[in-house]
């Protein structure tokens, strides 16, 4: 399913020299790892290379909204990169409304902030510590890229645990993020963890218990514990 991500306290850059306006930054920035509520998540290096390659024909739009077209690879008015940093931009402003005011915006410094929309390729799922906690984060490798947006409004916190999951999946949660949600993680179970001496559990794969006797309630092969592991992840989702 699509899904769109957002880099706050983008610094946009504006240019009037050469042919017409042009806005210059990045809409992805690399290995930021960001609270999402249920998980974490970060965006990996190399995760635009296949998709720039590929798809000759991405486009800039206003707060993802196609009737608002800014520029257009295909054309030559939009330039797409990867660095080290992230995915660099540039578009050359149409002298449309929507450019036309986009551009007083940005030289105002009231629209400061960008986003991109994309198809998930590869990824991963891992248990980390973040912040001192052990968390679930999701590490996007690799994206099919749809578009990419400049934005009033930007709706990727690094702090905040209540989102509306509406502005980064438009579409629904995809069925991958909701199935990492439902089986849990280490993290899932870091308050009451399992004491079962199996390898598994002590590898911290509880879900896999070699143990035919395990009786610790804790541990995902009792009945007891998945239940009370899909009500926390219900409880979680609620506002998700």
Not at 171 to 190: K, N, Y
Not at 196 to 203: F, L, S, T, V
Request: hydrophobic fraction near 30%.
């Amino acid at each position: 399913m699509l899904e769109r991500r957002f880099q706050s306290n983008q610094q946009l850059r504006t240019d009037s020299s050469g042919k017409g306006n042009s806005v210059s930054g990045y809409a992805s920035v690399f290995n930021q790892t960001t609270n999402l509520g249920p998980f974490y998540e970060r965006i990996a290096q190399g995760c635009f290379l296949r998709s720039l390659k590929e798809n000759p024909d991405i486009r800039c739009l206003v707060d993802h909204d196609t009737s608002k077209v800014l520029g257009r690879t295909k054309s030559g008015t939009l330039s797409l990169s990867e660095d080290a940093h992230g995915l660099a931009f540039r578009v050359v402003l149409p002298p449309t409304s929507a450019g036309t005011d986009l551009g007083i915006s940005l030289a105002r410094a009231d629209v400061d902030q960008a986003s991109f929309g994309f198809f998930a390729r590869d990824e991963s799922w891992n248990d980390e510590v973040v912040d001192g906690e052990l968390q679930l984060v999701r590490e996007i490798r690799e994206v099919s890229l749809i578009e990419i947006s400049i934005c009033a409004f930007g709706a990727y916190p690094t702090t905040s645990v209540s989102l509306d999951s509406r502005s980064l999946w438009p579409q629904g949660v995809p069925a991958e993020v909701r199935a990492r949600l439902g089986t849990g993680s280490r993290a899932a179970r870091a308050e009451d963890p399992c004491e079962c001496g199996c390898d598994q559990c002590i590898e911290g794969d509880c879900q896999e218990c070699s143990d035919p006797d395990c009786t610790d309630e804790n541990c995902r092969c009792s009945d007891e514990r998945a239940a009370k592991r899909k009500r926390r992840v219900a409880l979680a989702l609620e506002d998700f």
